[in-house]
């Protein structure tokens, strides 16, 4: 994988490789043609610039995927300037370093960039209006890629769980046994995302030769349908068998440091025309991910 004038194989870095997206990303984006380099925080910092150019001096990428990211919604209430130099500044100067290397940059972002004030599927150039700490991070990560590297594809995502890190499905299974009743929010209404699919676009993109032109941008993508943190819930308990009694409550019953939106689907046209793909609804990808973890 040293510099060399041939390029018979794609190159791909992919940063924050023990998440959710990156463990999905070693699972269905390996195959011939192809090498991928997984680094985390521990081997690749992507808030330590001298890092990450000495990477790109010693290896050629083809494309990075920036899956690295601060996720913890609540706690960047507090720790503000982290989230920031995480989702926004280490963004910006990976999207320099790519740029300068002739690399594609894929970064990913959230529907937390939306208030969620309408009732309609928000669409890629809707006005954002980020609630949160974490949101704003988020889109000040979306701007700053897109203005130092155009050609990026920024994939907006929302509600991701897998078998895999903490995430919302692993939560509810957990309160499920523990506790006989449980309240959840069904007053906001969003879209929940399979990591696993959300790798197959990515495999989909790698696949993606320079010359068909996709042009950079932002491109939403999520599982199809629509659903309140309580129908997802309610789903999980469904699926995996687990009795519990499960109340919808409203946002006011929950309060939590971070501002959630009370509506963040987003339309997935332009990624599915672009990118021809077809998408599952929810329900089928959230009943396979609860297989997966009852078999494990
Ligand atoms: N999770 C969700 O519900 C959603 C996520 N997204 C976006 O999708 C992307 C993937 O999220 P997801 O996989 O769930 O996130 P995870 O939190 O599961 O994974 C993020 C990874 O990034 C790593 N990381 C954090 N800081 C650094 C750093 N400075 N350098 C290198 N690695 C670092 C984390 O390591 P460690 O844990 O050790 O700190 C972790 O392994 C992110 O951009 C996120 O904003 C969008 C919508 C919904
Ligand atoms: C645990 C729990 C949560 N909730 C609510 C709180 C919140 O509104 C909602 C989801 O809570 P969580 O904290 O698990 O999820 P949260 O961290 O808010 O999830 C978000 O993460 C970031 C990274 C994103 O980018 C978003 O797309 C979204 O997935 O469920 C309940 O109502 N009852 C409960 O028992």
Known sequence: ????ALKPVKNILVTG?????????????QK??????????????????????????KYTFDCCINAAAYTAVDKAEEDVEKAFLVNA?????????????????IHIS???????KTSVPYQEEDATAPLSVYGKSKREGEQAVMATHPGAWIFRTSWLYSTQGSNFVKTMLRLGKEKEQLGVIADQIGTPTYA????????????ISKEEGVPGGVYHFSNEGVASWYDFA???????????????????????????PNYSVMDKT??????RISIRHWREALNECINQLLKS
Do not use: W
């Open 1 to 4: 994988m040293k510099k060399s």
């Open 89 to 105: 500044k280490a963004p910006e100067a990976l999207a320099g370093i790519c740029k300068e290397y002739d690399c594609q940059l």
């Open 234 to 260: 309610h789903a999980i308990f469904e699926y995996s068998g687990t009795k519990v009694q499960l109340l919808p409550i409203n946002t006011l019953q929950y309060p939590t440091p971070a501002t959630r």
């Open 270 to 275: 332009k990624v599915k025309e672009t990118f």
């Open 32 to 57: 011939e043609g192809r090498v991928l380099v997984f680094t985390d925080h521990t081997d690749l910092d992507i808030t330590d610039v001298r890092a990450i150019n000495s990477f790109f001096e």
């Open 110 to 116: 959230t529907d937390f960039v939306f208030d969620g």
């Open 196 to 207: 696993k699919d959300l790798a197959l676009l990515l495999d989909r993109a790698l696949d």
């Open 17 to 29: 490789a023990h998440g959710q997206l990156g463990e999905e990303i070693k699972r269905h984006c």
